[in-house]
């Protein structure tokens, strides 16, 4: 079973920063790729960001310039860098991965962004 847990979320001026990460409980990252997902109030889940296990990325058009995954394969943990945060960002950030054709999901942090 693979755990995922979020965290460096918070609330951070429009222009502001944030750093989120995923630390996993096993080595997953290393063979799998990685998700960003967010979730706005009465809006649908979202891709953000993806990190194939490869190392390539893909991003929305809206965080394209802005949002940079990453992952750190000797730390079992997974990144998201936020930068240029605007107010529409505002939304529970997710991560996620997979492997053997199952689905593992954070619980999610929360990310404010006040204008």
């Known amino acids: 079973q693979v755990q995922l847990v979020e965290s460096g979320g918070g609330l951070v001026q429009a222009g502001g920063s944030l750093r989120l990460s995923c630390a996993a409980s096993?080595?997953?990252?290393?063979?799998?790729?990685a998700y960003w997902y967010r979730q706005a109030p009465v809006k649908q889940r979202e891709l953000v960001a993806h990190?194939?296990?490869?190392?390539?990325?893909t991003y929305i058009d809206s965080v394209k310039g802005r949002f940079t995954i990453s992952r750190d394969n000797a730390k079992d943990t997974g990144h998201l860098q936020m930068d240029s945060l605007k107010p529409e960002d505002k939304a529970v950030y997710y991560c996620?991965?997979?492997?053997?054709?199952?689905?593992?999901w954070g619980q999610g942090t929360q990310v404010t962004v006040s204008s």
């Open positions: 996620k991965t997979t492997a053997l054709y199952r689905e593992y």
């Open positions: 096993t080595n997953i990252f290393s063979t799998n790729g």
């Open positions: 990190i194939a296990f490869a190392g390539s990325t």
